[in-house]
């Protein structure tokens, strides 16, 4: 078992920075894909990024230049730096745990009790 508590997020204006935190317990995050995930009200939950085990990491297009996915082993703990937010970015995000990575909802085994980012414009 995975759990996964995560913080940050709340209320921004357009243009502003936030950073999500999801602090693991019950397993070490580094011997793992985390993925963060966003779902926006009336659409389905869509990939944002990833990071494996190797540090290799993967941002969905919209994203990429402005959201940075870190991860700290000694913490366990994996962060979303959200630069330049947009009101499109305006959702509940989720960080999940994936033995078999990718994009899909589905890959992803454990996840977050998600953390709302509202963007006003």
């Known amino acids: 078992q995975v759990q996964l508590v995560q913080s940050g997020g709340g209320l921004v204006q357009a243009g502003d920075s936030v950073r999500l935190s999801c602090a693991a317990s019950?397993?070490?995050?580094?011997?793992?894909?985390m993925g963060w995930f966003r779902q926006a009200p009336g659409k389905e939950r869509e990939f944002v990024a990833r990071?494996?085990?190797?540090?290799?990491?993967y941002y969905v297009d919209s994203v990429k230049g402005r959201f940075t996915i870190s991860r700290d082993s000694a913490r366990n703990t994996v962060y979303l730096q959200m630069n330049s937010l947009k009101p499109e970015d305006m959702a509940v995000y989720y960080c999940?745990?994936?033995?078999?990575?990718?994009?899909?909802?589905?890959?992803?085994?454990?996840w977050g009790q998600g953390t709302q980012v509202t963007v006003s414009s």
């Open positions: 999940a745990v994936s033995w078999i990575g990718g994009t899909t909802v589905a890959a992803y085994s454990y």
């Open positions: 019950g397993r070490t995050i580094s011997n793992y894909i």
């Open positions: 990071i494996t085990q190797s540090g290799n990491i």
